[in-house]
């Protein structure tokens, strides 16, 4: 089946420090990867994206490339600010027409001070 | 407005009563999705709907129902609400064409 695994965290930062949450997966052939975050009290926003082994996802600072090598999609920020504060998922979904499903990691709670 | 809307955002409601979720999205999507978001459990997908009039099950639907009639309305009806069912619950859409889906802002549902 398909699975995924990030670190669980918590991780508390200060503002200005890099951000690297560790995401790996297991699937059959080559899924879709994706980073989501959801900010407190709010639904899950797609953050990045990467569709195909090498690809690079990218927005608001924070990037990661989909590994098939190792089977990861780590999420990394060079310079985090307080608003970066939210728990962060990592995602997948196959490429297969009768299988729509996302499935998600526990989360990453992201703190990060001033 | 655009997008996904949910509604209620909020629901307190007693055990043994039916309560019934509403999603709604105006993009079209084909998809639709029912998530409930639970500590220590993730995400976990309870029903989806590839069309209208055709749904599935996923990974939790004990004690749900859904329909969909028109391809915007995915409603999630608890038929007879258990203290369990407490979670905040999502739903998503997605493109036909696309892999990534786009979630609703949620609703906290409390069952006393």
């Known amino acids: 089946g398909n699975s995924v695994t990030q670190m669980e965290g918590p991780v508390t930062l200060s503002e200005e420090a890099f951000l690297t949450i560790n995401c790996t997966y297991t699937?059959?052939?080559?899924?879709?990867l994706f980073w989501y975050v959801q900010y407190p009290g709010e639904g899950l926003q797609l953050l990045l994206k990467?569709?195909?082994?090498?690809d690079k996802g990218s927005n608001k600072g924070f990037e990661a490339t989909y590994r098939k090598e190792t089977t990861s999609f780590h999420l990394e920020k060079g310079s985090v600010q307080v608003s970066d504060s939210a728990v962060y998922f990592c995602?997948?979904?196959?490429?297969?027409?009768?299988?729509?499903?996302?499935?998600f990691g526990a989360g990453t709670t992201v703190t990060v001070r001033a | 407005d655009a997008g996904i809307t949910q509604s209620p955002r909020y629901k307190i409601t007693e055990t043994g009563r039916q309560v019934t979720l509403m999603c709604h999205q105006t993009?079209?999507?084909?998809?639709m999705f029912w998530y409930r978001q639970d500590l220590g459990h993730g995400l976990r997908l309870i029903y989806y709907?590839?069309?209208?009039?055709?749904?599935d099950k996923g990974e939790v639907p004990d004690g749900y129902v859904v329909s969909r009639s028109k391809t915007e309305n995915f409603p999630l009806t608890l038929e007879s609400a258990t203290r369990s069912q407490t979670s905040v619950y999502f739903c998503?859409?997605?493109?036909?064409?696309?892999?990534?889906?786009?979630f609703g802002p949620g609703t906290r549902l409390t069952v006393t």
């Open positions: 709907s590839a069309a209208a009039d055709i749904t």
């Open positions: 699937a059959t052939g080559y899924p879709s």
């Open positions: 995602a997948l979904t196959p490429h297969r027409s009768n299988d729509y499903k996302l499935s």
């Open positions: 990467a569709t195909k082994a090498d």
């Open positions: 993009w079209s999507h084909s998809y």
């Open positions: 998503a859409s997605r493109e036909q064409n696309s892999y990534e889906q786009y």
